[in-house]
C-alpha cells in the first residue's frame, strides 16, 4: 500500500542551525510528494512540492528532492529562525491511492533564539 | 478572501448529540475532503467528494455523514457524537479539472482552519 513515514520529533534547533526532517514513502506507481506546514492553531499550508523524480521543489529558504532511488523527499533548510516553529507533514498523491493524500504523521519543530 | 472557510472553530458537545461541520469554499474546486488529525496519528481522511452529488468513504468513515449538493459546500454530520471524535478536523480542496488524481497530485490542496471538536 500507499504510506508516508516522518522522523519522529520533536526537532529542537538554535537559531541559525541547518535543519533536516527525513521522510520516506512506499507507493505504486510515480506518486507527487509534498511537505506541508501547520503553525501554531493553523490549518495546514502548502510548503513545497515534486511532482517526478529529480525535481526539487524549494519555497522560503526551505527544499526538497525527489529522490526515487532512495523513496526519499527529506526536507532541508540551511539556517533557520524562530518563527519557523510548526509541525511539518511529508505527504504523497498517487493514482494508486485514489483521491486521497497520504500523510506522514508530522514532525514538530521548535527553534530558539 | 478566496480560501477554505470552516464553521465553527471550536465546539463541545456531549455524547450522544449530533451536529454539522460546515465547510465551504471559493475557489470552485472540484474536489472537496475532510480529514481528522489526532496526535501522532497525523491526518486521516473521513469523506471526500470529486463534485456535486458524489461523495465516497476514507480510511475512517465511521460515525459521519456527508453529502454536496453544490460545488461551494461540503458539511460534515456526526450522528451521535462519541469521545472517540474529539479531534482537530480539516476541510481540503483541489481542482480537479477533470482529469483525475494527476492533477490534484500537481495542484496540492487547500485546507481550511480546522475545527476543534471536544465530546465529553
Avoid at chain 1, 508516508?4 to 510528494?33: D, K, R, W
Avoid at chain 1, 506546514?37 to 521543489?57: F, I, N, R
Avoid at chain 1, 525527489?66 to 504523497?92: I, M, N, P, W
Wanted: aromatic fraction near 12%; include cysteine; hydrophobic fraction near 30%.
Amino acid at each position: 500500500g500507499n504510506s508516508v513515514t516522518q522522523m519522529e520529533g520533536p526537532v529542537t534547533l538554535s537559531e541559525e542551525a541547518f535543519l533536516t526532517i527525513n521522510c520516506t514513502y512506499t507507493a505504486t506507481g510515480y506518486p507527487s510528494l509534498f511537505w506541508y506546514v501547520q503553525y501554531p492553531g493553523e490549518g495546514l499550508q502548502l510548503l513545497l512540492k515534486a511532482t517526478k523524480a529529480d525535481d526539487k521543489g524549494s519555497n522560503k529558504g526551505f527544499e526538497a528532492t525527489y529522490r526515487k532511488e532512495t523513496t526519499s523527499f527529506h526536507l532541508e533548510k540551511g539556517s533557520v529562525q524562530v518563527s519557523d516553529s510548526a509541525v511539518y507533514f511529508c505527504a504523497l498523491s498517487s493514482s494508486q491511492a485514489g483521491t486521497a493524500l497520504i500523510f506522514g504523521k508530522g514532525t514538530t519543530l521548535s527553534v530558539s533564539s | 478572501n478566496a480560501g477554505v472557510t470552516q464553521t465553527p472553530k471550536f465546539q463541545v458537545l456531549k455524547t450522544g448529540q449530533s451536529m454539522t461541520l460546515q465547510c465551504a469554499q471559493d475557489m470552485n474546486h472540484e474536489y472537496m475532503s475532510w480529514y481528522r488529525q489526532d496526535p501522532g496519528m497525523g491526518l486521516r481522511l473521513i469523506h471526500y467528494s470529486v463534485g456535486a452529488g458524489i461523495t465516497d468513504q476514507g480510511e475512517v468513515p465511521n460515525g459521519y455523514n456527508v453529502s454536496r449538493s453544490t460545488t461551494e459546500d461540503f458539511p460534515l454530520r456526526l450522528l451521535s457524537a462519541a469521545p472517540s471524535q474529539t479531534s482537530v478536523y480539516f476541510c481540503a480542496s483541489s481542482p480537479h479539472m477533470g482529469q483525475g488524481w494527476g492533477q490534484r497530485g500537481r495542484y496540492g490542496y487547500t485546507f481550511g482552519s480546522g475545527t476543534r471538536l471536544t465530546v465529553v
